[in-house]
C-alpha cells in the first residue's frame, strides 16, 4: 500500500559501467533488535541490499540506507526504536536522499500509524516481507511512502543471505506461532505458522556446507510445531512432517558437523524428539525449552498448555539420554496477578533443576494480549524486586553448571577471535558454552575458524569457560 510521495532514492549506475553488474546505489546500515529469527531476517535483508548493489556502510550516521529490524516483545524493546527513530529523522531533514527502513515487529504492530510518528520514513514492513525487501524498495524509488504489513505467505528465500558468521548460521524452518500465550505479541506480528518444505531446508544446509558453514541452528518461534501444517500422513497414521523427521532428514548433509535447534516450546516437547537427539550425533547436546512460570495456575493464566510436572518429566527424559545436556529457558516474573508464594515455585523449580542459562524478565503489557487488560497488574516495584533475586539465583546456578567442566577436554568449534582479545579465539561447546582459548595449537600451527579443538578447560565463569588447545 503506498502513500504520499518523497524525493527519488540514491544512486546512479556509472557511466559505461557493465550493464549486468547490479545498479550502484551507496552504502547501508541494519540494526537489528530481538530474537534471532530477527537476525536471521536481517541478514537475508542484507544479502538482499548487497544484489541490490548497496555496499556495507561504515556506520548509521553515515549509511545512505537505514534499516531498523525491530523488535516489540516488550515495552522497552519498543521505545529504543523511537529514540533511534528519532536521530534519523532529524538527520533526513537534512539529507533528503537518506532512504529510512523500519522492518520487524514494531513495524507490523504499528503500520500506518509508525509512518504518522515519524513521517520521514520510506518504508514500513512486517516480518513476513523481509523477503520481499528490493521490489518494496523499488515502490520506494519510485517516489511512494510504503507500507507492507498485509498477511503474506512466505516466500523461498531466493537470494544469498549475507550472514555474520562463517561458520554458524541460522536455518529457518517453521515462521510464526499458532499459539496464544496471554502475554505474548509474537502471534499477531508473526502471523500464522507457515513451515518450510523439508526439500529447502537441506538444500540450504547443502549449501552452507559447500561454503564452509559447520554448524546450522533450525529456527522457529515454537520450533516443535514443525510441520503441521504441511500436508501428508505416514502409513502408521503419524503426521508426516515433525521436526523429528526433519533432524533426521537433515543430519546426514556432509560437512556439517553440529545441528541446534530453537525454541521449544514444552507443549509439544516429545520423547521421541529426545531419543532423536540423543541417536543422532550430530545434534548437539543444548536444549532451549522456556517454562515462563513454576507455578501451576500461573502456567494457565498463561494458556502455556502444560504444567510445571510435565515440564520437569521432559528435562528428567533429556538428563536420562542425554546425562551432560545443557538446558536454557526463558521466564517471565511478576505476570498479572502472580502472588509471592506463586513466584517462589518459580525459584523453586529453578533451583530444583540446575539451568545453565536462563533469560528472565519481567512482564511487560503488551498491545493486543489479554493479559494486558487484566486488572491485577503488578507494580514495577515488585516486577523489579522479583526479577532481581531471579536473577542472583540463576548466576549462581549458571556457576554451578559451569564448574562441572573443570579440568574437562571439551570438544570446541572455532568460530572467531575474541573481540576483546584478539590474541585469543573463541568458540562453544556442544552444550553451547562459549569458550576462550589461545589462536595457535602447542605445535605452532595456528587455529582458524571452523575448526574444530579440543580444548581442556581450566577456568570456568557463570557463563564461559578458557582454557589450553590440546
Ligand atoms: N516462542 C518462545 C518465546 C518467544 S518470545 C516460547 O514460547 O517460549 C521470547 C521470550 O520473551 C519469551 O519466552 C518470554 O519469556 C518473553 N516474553 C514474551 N512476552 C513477554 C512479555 N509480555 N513480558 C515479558 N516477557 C515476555
Ligand atoms: Fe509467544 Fe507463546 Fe508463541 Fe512463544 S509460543 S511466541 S510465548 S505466543
Ligand atoms: Fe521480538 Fe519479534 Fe522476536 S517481537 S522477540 S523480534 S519475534
Redesign the pocket.
Known amino acids: 500500500m503506498a502513500i504520499a510521495t518523497k524525493t527519488s532514492a540514491s544512486g546512479q549506475t556509472a557511466p559505461g559501467s557493465d550493464p549486468a553488474a547490479p545498479q550502484q546505489r551507496g552504502s547501508y546500515w541494519i540494526t537489528t533488535f530481538g ?1 534471532q529469527m530477527n537476525k536471521a531476517d536481517s541478514e537475508r535483508m542484507a544479502g538482499i541490499l548487497e544484489a541490490m548493489g548497496y555496499a556495507p556502510g561504515l556506520d548509521e550516521h553515515t549509511a545512505d540506507l537505514v534499516l531498523y529490524n525491530t523488535c516489540t ?2 515495552d522497552n524493546a519498543e521505545q529504543k526504536v523511537y529514540s533511534y527513530l528519532g536521530r534519523q529523522a532529524q538527520r533526513k531533514r537534512t539529507n533528503p536522499h537518506l532512504t529510512l527502513v523500519v522492518a520487524g515487529c514494531v513495524a507490523q504492530q504499528e503500520g500506518e500509524a509508525l509512518l504518522r510518528r515519524v513521517p520521514e520514513l520510506d518504508l514500513v514492513m512486517g516480518p513476513q516481507h523481509a523477503n520481499r525487501l528490493d521490489t518494496l524498495l523499488s515502490q520506494v524509488e519510485s517516489g511512494q511512502q510504503v507500507v507492507a504489513t498485509g498477511e503474506h505467505h512466505i516466500l523461498e528465500d531466493i537470494t544469498t543471505a549475507r550472514r555474520d558468521s562463517a561458520v554458524c548460521a541460522w536455518v529457518n524452518v517453521i515462521y510464526g ?1 499458532n ?1 496464544r ?1 496471554t ?4 502471534p499477531s506480528v508473526r502471523g500464522v505458522e507457515q513451515s518450510r518444505r523439508p526439500e529447502a531446508i537441506r538444500l540450504e544446509m547443502e549449501g552452507l556446507a559447500e561454503r564452509g558453514y559447520r554448524e546450522v541452528t533450525l529456527l522457529g ?2 520450533i516443535d510445531a514443525y510441520g503441521r501444517d504441511l500436508p501428508g500422513i505416514t502409513p502408521e497414521g503419524r503426521r508426516q512432517h515433525t521436526l523429528t523427521d526433519l533432524l533426521r532428514f537433515v543430519h546426514d548433509v556432509r560437512g556439517l558437523e553440529r545441528i541446534r535447534f530453537a ?1 521449544s ?1 514444552p507443549r509439544y516437547f516429545t520423547d521421541r524428539l529426545i531419543d532423536t537427539c540423543a541417536d543422532l550425533e550430530k545434534v548437539c547436546e543444548h536444549f532451549h525449552i ?1 517454562f ?1 512460570s513454576g507455578d501451576n495456575d500461573v502456567l494457565r493464566a498463561m494458556a502455556r498448555g502444560y504444567t510445571v510436572e510435565r515440564y520437569r518429566r521432559i528435562l528428567d527424559r533429556i538428563r536420562e539420554r542425554m546425562p551432560d545436556a545443557a538446558i536454557s529457558a ?3 516474573v511478576g505476570f498479572p496477578g502472580e502472588t509471592d508464594a506463586q513466584y517462589r515455585h518459580t525459584l523453586d523449580l529453578v533451583e530444583a533443576v540446575g539451568f545453565d542459562a536462563v ?1 528472565t ?6 498491545p493486543n ?1 489479554p493479559a494486558a487488560d487484566w486488572p491485577d497488574q503488578l507494580s514495577e516495584a515488585v516486577k523489579v524486586e522479583r526479577l532481581q533475586e531471579l536473577n542472583a539465583l540463576v548466576e549462581t546456578q549458571a556457576k554451578q553448571r559451569s564448574a562441572r567442566y573443570a579440568g574437562r577436554c571439551e570438544e570446541i568449534l572455532v568460530e572467531g577471535s575474541n573481540p576483546r582479545d584478539p590474541g585469543q579465539m573463541m568458540g562453544r561447546t556442544r552444550t553451547n558454552r562459549l569458550t576462550f582459548f589461545p589462536s595457535s595449537r602447542p605445535d605452532g600451527s595456528v587455529i582458524a575458524p571452523g575448526d574444530l579443538v579440543s580444548v581442556r578447560i581450566d577456568q570456568v565463569r557463570a557463563f564461559s569457560l578458557s582454557g589450553a588447545v590440546l
Open positions: 530474537c516483545i516488550r506461532c499459539e500465550c502475554y505474548c505479541v509474537v518461534q515454537n525454541t516450546h522456556p515462563q526463558d521466564v517471565i533469560n524478565a519481567a512482564y511487560s503489557p503488551r494480549t
